[in-house]
């Protein structure tokens, strides 16, 4: 009896959230959250292509525009004005196909995004991206950040020096390929504390992403902003990614209740939860 009853309460939550998401309006800015787009990879991390020149198609004839990094930070910093509907688009690891295959829908669209690159990597692994490749997309609208070293998970890290030698030298090694600064950190799956969160300040970076499922405002910590990951599941469909770009807190709120489900012993039910 206790169990229906928190399995009741839970829909009525779930009822709640569904008519306040539909009879909403999003606020704040989306920055999305892709890792790989190839038509080979089936898991959790990889968007199709044909998806990803779909979502790309719906932003446009929708009305988004893209946006830079710098361009987010200086309207959460400053009040700075954005064009109507804009969106930052955002990969993390660098992937060879964000080359490959992203890069190319991305042009001919001219559209802009910003690659989050686990430096070490660069070159050295055939799946991802070379120095050349990089250049030529800096060229083309699609901007580089830091995504660590080596992807160290940095709350696992033994002290701060190591944090600092992720952090710094990446940095330091983009902008000599580029020479061009390099601003902007995601934080390997997303993990952080207050302590890495100062050191990212420290070692030179303007701003940095979790992620953690949102749009960004102004006034937030720019060391803590949301995205909105396109990613979680083997399915990213069309329908999907409109219902987490028109509501991203609906959707954070069906995970933390999957999640709250899985925690409590629930683990049949939360397999069965309704996500987007």
């Known amino acids: 009896m206790k169990n229906l009853k928190r399995i009741i309460v839970i829909l009525l939550l779930l009822l709640t959230a569904s008519a306040y998401a539909l009879l909403s309006q999003p606020s704040g800015i989306p920055v999305l959250n892709y890792h790989q787009i190839n038509d080979k990879d089936e898991n959790a991390l990889t968007v199709s292509s044909s998806q990803f020149a779909a979502q790309m198609d719906y932003l446009k004839n929708e009305g988004y525009h893209t946006i830079t990094a710098d361009m987010l930070a200086d309207v959460l910093e400053k009040g700075d004005k954005l064009p109507e509907n804009p969106v930052l688009i955002s990969f993390d690891d660098g992937y060879l196909d964000n080359y490959t295959v992203a890069y190319p829908i991305l042009k001919e669209r001219d559209m802009h995004a910003i690659i989050f690159l686990i430096s070490d990597y660069v070159g050295l692994y055939p799946n991802y991206l070379t120095w050349p490749q990089i250049l030529e997309m800096q060229e083309n609208n699609i901007e580089f950040g830091s995504h660590t070293l080596s992807h160290s998970v940095l709350t696992e890290l033994g002290s701060d020096a190591e944090i600092e030698h992720q952090l710094k030298n990446s940095r330091l090694a983009i902008e000599w390929h580029l020479a061009r600064p390099v601003k902007y950190l995601a934080y390997p799956c997303g993990y952080i504390t207050d302590s890495i969160e100062s050191i990212t300040k420290s070692t030179g970076y303007r701003g940095a992403f979790t992620v953690d499922l949102g749009n960004t405002h102004p006034g937030d910590n720019m ?29 954070a709120f069906l995970e933390k209740c999957q999640k709250t489900l899985y925690k409590n012993g629930f683990k049949t039910l939360a397999y069965m939860f309704p996500t987007i």
């Open 223 to 251: 060391y803590e902003l949301h995205r909105v990951p396109i990613f979680g599941g083997n399915t990213h469909t069309l329908m999907r990614f409109k219902a987490r770009l028109r509501a991203p807190r609906f959707a």
